[in-house]
């Protein structure tokens, strides 16, 4: 039998394996999806519902109609109604919480608060390459990160030339490299738009694996096997017909997110597009559109099916409960609401900005913490929570209990730092009366006492945000006995009393003063940029909840300066817990920068962290007899607090590695004893009292003996056979055939003792019937290995390269591509972090490149490696040239001569030009940092001291002037280079002729 005969069952042995292994990486994502999915419409209907009770009426309907929906639904409003308990309808001042359910949603807050918490961009990411993003794009972008945590798919609808694209290229970066979801992301534009698609996603967030979905059947269907179907990419970009064309494949696909560009072409439900779009399993889905939405109820109802189609399912109950709505209407005023009953439905989806909205830029915020002190009451208490509980305090607690008593502990401290009387009896009464010891008994009253009447002769008006429902109740008490007129919400506030609070405060000429707000409770939509002063009473545990708060005020449409005013109780757990919210997001910040995820702790989630937070200032309150209350006017406050901020701001931005903040342990700006002593533990027993006596809890007879007597009642079910332990045999690994064959015998082998069955194709096709019947033959007729197969196996496993990772080998590819096939020592730096030395990549590139073609994708890492050794040729080719000019001239500086093809142009001068060639001659053309390093050097450059316009210009911008002069050098040179080729030529050809044999004077003597 011939070596071709052999080969061509292994390879279709092999090609079968493949396939195998792809089918079951699609199912197992797939079913990972289902799962998020799952979870995604939990949080969606917990959202949903919360917003107007439209959305309850489709819900019932659907409710009615699937029990399975029917279950996800109960679900949903069992985590709902644990969230909101004391939840009220109607007047608030009758509904308030008491300190018990209070208490135990701010301890589920600290005890959860690092889930999926909500984060919020400040400034441009780091992962933005390509240029700066706009504040209202960071804010788009914020936007679409808030509705992907609340499991909501949107439309964003911004007018032409706002950047659509950015915010949604950014958005995806967001996934990667903060969320390290790298894909699969799909993109459907028109045809027109997909090569500026991928322009974009290059030039903004580089590292995006893209391939695109277009050309020729043959094309395609290279892209199919050789990238889609192995997911061997983040992201595919393909266009509406191919969606038509390559529906089979694509539907086979779980996409991680899917946008439509240019949104109306799926409107009409009807059309093939619409109903393919639709059938695409995917988490999330982004509508992009810059044309207003229509009042067209069939097209909203289309685009509400495409990003709720668990909710509006049926077009004929939409259309039913507003053509109810319509029949009940006889006036234009009626239909009308019609029209903003729409419109409400879709707001919670979509962002629109025009640019008039858009063209003043926002003057940034100015954050100040501002310090207070501890009133005798609040002392008191503080001191009582400490002593109440000290074996705990002193961290002498089992692991088991320890954490949640100490959450308990600082949920207690932090109460009594906004106010004793959110603990039940401690308000003097009854009779309770409104009078000055409401603003007396808490430093943070007294502060904010002082700033409301500043801030009222100013002119200002105040958002004044709090963690704790029960706060705003003694916020509001205060309100009123001030006669400050007020608006609030909290979140057990309905939607239609938040809509008119927030319509109350922002109408013109309101002459509401003051918002209270419990933090969490300003979610989507929220505007109240009639307000340029925010107040935090209290820090939230997760810090992005606070710029959230802030954000209600400074965004677009603010036209003052805004103020934001953070309480903290100055050496107090508070001061902690501030240190704590700058290390976390100067932490976010490092993260993004360096596209690292798994170096994020997470908050305060050991029994020391929350010890050490508790201790913190705890013996001079213990044992001090000084006053802690602060009798400075306001504005020596506000002096001291913006120093303080700035020295806290500058403690954390001197951190630039992840590592250096991550080991950090956060040293208040007081030690134990009011000094700076930084480093320095307190020593047990300092203050605190010997420990309790240990008490064994819920002791019961009864659960002793049904503990004791519990017995099993289900028989023992027969243990299934055990897989056989297999070797991972990627190709890059060049593991020998004969192992793969092993090893898919042994699979087959387990797969028959199990009676497995090969799945039916879903199509009808007579080829893939064919060759699962053949698969299913391979599996029937399978026997286990034998003693020596087995030991082959064992021994033919140790040859692989199984060190070799995928990123290895990507590594290894570029450094090819980059490099050439044989520097070795360039390629082992290029896969870098110490993974690899010149040895290791010699050798592997030997059995690599005698190998090669077996890859799936091997003529095309060839392709890939000699394209870019023509690159570098050439490069090296015009370095060559770029530096014989410079060296033709003593000074080139000053004596350098350019031929320009065409008119010099009027940007930069010859000078200019003279000195970007010669810089560039001298660093080369390969370096990766070579136009910062010019620039660098034109910034440095005396001549250019004066010269504004050359030491303006952005490395990118000298990049593209250096490749102009290049471009006329080249040409230069290689017509001088021909010039003088043809003149050798021309001297060598005469010269061949003086030596050619003496027959012209032969010739020359007939003539005479």
């Not at 000699?866 to 490069?875: H, P």
Request: net charge neutral; with cysteine; proline share 4%.
């Amino acid at each position: 039998m011939s070596s071709e005969e052999m080969a061509g069952p292994n390879e279709g042995e092999r090609r079968a394996q493949r396939r195998m292994e792809q089918n079951q990486n699609l199912d197992a994502t797939r079913s990972n999806m289902n799962r998020q999915k799952t979870v995604d419409s939990l949080k969606r209907f917990s959202y949903l519902l919360g917003q107007t009770e439209l959305f309850q009426h489709f819900i019932d309907i659907k409710k009615d109609r699937d029990p399975d929906f029917a279950r996800l639904l109960e679900e949903s409003a069992h985590q709902r109604t644990k969230k909101k308990k004391g939840g009220s309808s109607g007047d608030q001042r009758h509904h308030r919480k008491s300190e018990r359910e209070e208490d135990e949603e701010l301890l589920h807050d600290e005890d959860a608060e690092d889930g999926d918490e909500t984060f919020m961009f400040r400034e441009s990411p780091g992962y933005v390459k390509g240029g700066t993003m706009k504040e209202y794009q960071i804010q788009g972008l914020n936007w679409l990160i808030s509705l992907y945590q609340n499991g909501i798919n949107g439309i964003l609808a911004d007018e032409m030339g706002l950047g659509k694209t950015l915010q949604t290229i950014s958005f995806l970066g967001f996934l990667k490299f903060y969320r390290n979801t790298p894909g699969l992301y799909l993109i459907v534009v028109p045809k027109s738009t997909l090569d500026n698609w991928v322009r974009e996603l290059e030039k903004w967030v580089p590292g995006f694996r893209i391939i695109t979905l277009q050309g020729s059947k043959e094309e395609r269907q290279s892209v199919i096997q050789e990238k889609l179907l192995p997911q061997d990419f983040d992201i595919l970009v393909t266009t509406y017909e191919m969606c038509l064309r390559e529906k089979p494949s694509l539907q086979k696909m779980s996409w991680e997110y899917i946008v439509i560009d240019e949104a109306h072409r799926i409107k009409n439900v009807d059309s093939a597009l619409s109903q393919i779009v639709r059938s695409f399993t995917s988490r999330s889905r982004l509508l992009i559109t810059g044309t207003p939405l229509q009042n067209n109820l069939m097209e909203l109802w289309s685009l509400l099916n495409f990003l709720l189609p668990d909710v509006f399912s049926s077009a004929d109950d939409f259309e039913a409960w507003f053509q109810g709505k319509d029949e009940e209407s006889n006036d234009d005023e009626a239909k009308e609401s019609i029209v903003q009953q729409l419109h409400k439905v879709l707001r919670p989806f979509l962002l629109r900005r025009v640019k008039a909205d858009v063209e003043h830029s926002l003057l940034p915020k100015k954050e100040i913490n501002v310090f207070v002190g501890l009133t005798d009451m609040q002392r008191k208490w503080y001191k009582s929570l400490l002593e109440k509980d000290i074996d705990a305090v002193n961290g002498a607690l089992s692991r088991k209990e320890g954490k949640t008593r100490l959450l308990n502990i600082v949920m207690q401290l932090r109460k009594c730092c906004n106010h004793p009387y959110l603990f039940d009896g401690a308000e003097p009464g009854p009779p309770f009366t409104t009078d000055e010891h409401l603003v007396d008994n808490s430093g943070k009253m007294v502060i904010l006492d002082k700033l409301l009447k500043k801030m009222k002769e100013r002119g200002s008006r105040v958002l004044i945000f709090s963690q704790m429902s029960r706060m705003l109740d003694i916020l509001e008490d205060y309100c009123l006995f001030r006669s400050y007129k007020y608006c609030r919400i909290d979140g057990s506030s309905l939607h239609e009393d938040r809509i008119a609070a927030i319509d109350e405060y922002n109408k013109p000429d309101s002459d509401k003063f003051i918002f209270l707000l419990t933090t969490r409770a300003g979610g989507l939509g929220i505007n109240l940029t009639s307000a340029d002063i925010v107040v935090l009473f209290d820090s939230d545990w997760n810090p992005q909840a606070d710029l959230q708060a802030m954000d209600r005020a400074h965004r677009i449409g603010q036209k003052k300066q805004v103020y934001v005013y953070r309480f903290v109780t100055d050496q107090s757990i508070e001061e902690r817990i501030l240190e704590r919210a700058a290390q976390k997001l100067r932490l976010d910040q490092l993260v993004i920068q360096q596209g690292r995820t798994s170096a994020q702790p997470k908050g305060a989630q050991n029994k020391d962290d929350l010890v050490d937070m508790i201790q913190h200032g705890a013996e001079r309150i213990i044992n001090s007899k000084e006053s802690m209350e602060v009798k400075d006017d306001i504005d020596a406050i506000i002096a001291q607090g913006e120093a303080r901020t700035a020295e806290l701001q500058a403690k954390y931005q001197q951190f630039t590695s992840l590592d250096e903040l991550t080991n950090l342990r956060n040293d208040s700006t007081y030690g134990w004893d009011g000094e700076q002593n930084k480093g320095r533990k307190p020593s047990a027993g300092i203050w605190i009292e010997p420990a309790k006596r240990e008490r064994k809890q819920n002791y019961s007879i009864d659960s002793y003996y049904r503990d004791a007597m519990r017995t099993t009642s289900k028989p023992a079910q027969p243990k299934a056979p055990r897989a056989p332990k297999q070797v991972s045999t990627p190709e890059w690994q060049f593991y020998p055939p004969r192992l793969i064959e092993l090893q898919n015998r042994e699979t087959a082998a387990y797969q028959r003792s199990l009676n497995y069955q090969v799945p039916k194709a879903e199509s009808n096709d007579p080829e893939a019937e064919a060759q699962r019947a053949k698969e299913q033959k391979f599996i029937d007729e399978a026997e286990p290995l034998t003693e020596e197969e087995q030991a082959e196996k064992e021994a033919l496993a140790q040859e692989g390269w199984s060190e070799w990772s995928r990123r290895d080998f990507q590594q290894f590819i570029k450094g090819c591509e980059k490099h050439g096939r044989t520097a070795y020592a360039a390629i082992a730096e290029e896969i870098g972090l110490g993974e690899k030395s010149e040895a290791d990549v010699r050798a592997y590139s030997q059995v690599f490149w005698a190998h090669v073609h077996e890859l799936s994708d091997g003529d095309r890492i060839v392709q890939r490696v000699e394209e870019g050794e023509s690159r570098r040729k050439k490069l090296q080719h015009h370095e060559r040239l770029l530096r014989r000019k410079v060296d033709a001239y003593g000074a080139p500086l000053q004596e350098l001569k350019l031929v320009y093809n065409q008119a010099k142009g009027k940007a930069y001068s010859e000078d200019e030009d003279r000195f970007l060639l010669v810089r560039l001659a001298d660093y080369g053309l390969s370096g990766e940092d070579v136009y910062e390093r010019i620039r660098a050097d034109v910034l440095g450059y005396p001549e250019f001291r004066f010269n504004w316009f050359i030491k303006s210009r952005t490395p990118q911008e000298l990049a593209r002037r250096c490749h102009t002069l290049l471009t006329i050098v080249v040409k230069e040179e290689e017509e001088l280079e021909a010039a003088a080729s043809a003149e050798k030529k021309t001297r060598k050809r005469r010269a061949s002729e003086a030596r050619a044999p003496s027959s012209r004077p032969a010739s020359r003597s007939r003539r005479s």
